[in-house]
């Protein structure tokens, strides 16, 4: 069996060779952050630290967005390549899983899985939406999907279904309501409540200064 430390290097390698050419709010360096953040959670959780990071290197290795909402082609890669590393069948199947129940799908999709390893990893990418990082890579987003930066008379829509929240092509603005400011309220780790809380804060001060500006007020 490969050591957990080999195997961990080996994905990154094989996460930043993947995601070479990807989006920037979806490249090997928010995989990096990510990893970082759940590696930091997991210091105030009882929780498999090899688990959480191999959930945190692999969780967006082909994110549905850019596969045509294909769901199933980040774990079935995930698992090819663990497998290809011989790294233990439980733990594949405990990554796999991660990598299925991580993202956010519009908020009212329930998870069918739950672990501690999840909920940190969930935290983790969940922090990278949030604060400076997460409005940068909000309209990075948007500028790549050629989206409008606000439209006053386009209201947000907060009950998407699922197939409603990923063929949405509202303005970036209208994000921030749909997901970014719901994340507060969603985090599992103490630790990480407590991250998003400041970041949370950090954006609705960013909201304020831009309908200012917007309305030519300062």
Known sequence: MVSEDYSIEQTKAFV?????????GHD???????YKNALLLSKSETAN???VALGALLHDIADSKFHNGDETVGPKKAREFLFSINVDSVVIEHVVNIIENVSFKGGNESQTFSSIELDIVQ?????D?????????????GGFKN??????????DLNMTKETYKASKAP????????LL?????MNTKTGKQIALKRHRYMEDFLKQFYSEWNGEQ
């Not at 090997?28 to 990510?34: A, G, Q």
């Not at 939406?129 to 987003?141: C, D, M, Q, V």
Request: glycine fraction near 4%.
């Open 123 to 127: 935290d983790a990418d969940r922090l």
């Open 147 to 156: 989206r409008t930066l606000y439209d006053p008379e386009i209201q947000p």
């Open 182 to 186: 719901l994340l507060k309220d969603l």
């Open 28 to 34: 090997w360096f928010h995989i990096e952050r990510v």
């Open 49 to 51: 630290d090899y688990i």
């Open 172 to 179: 970036t603005i209208n994000h921030f309501y749909e997901k």
């Open 129 to 141: 939406a949030l604060g400076a990082i997460g409005i940068a890579r909000t309209f990075n987003y």
């Open 16 to 24: 930043k060779t993947t995601l070479k050419n990807a989006e920037g």
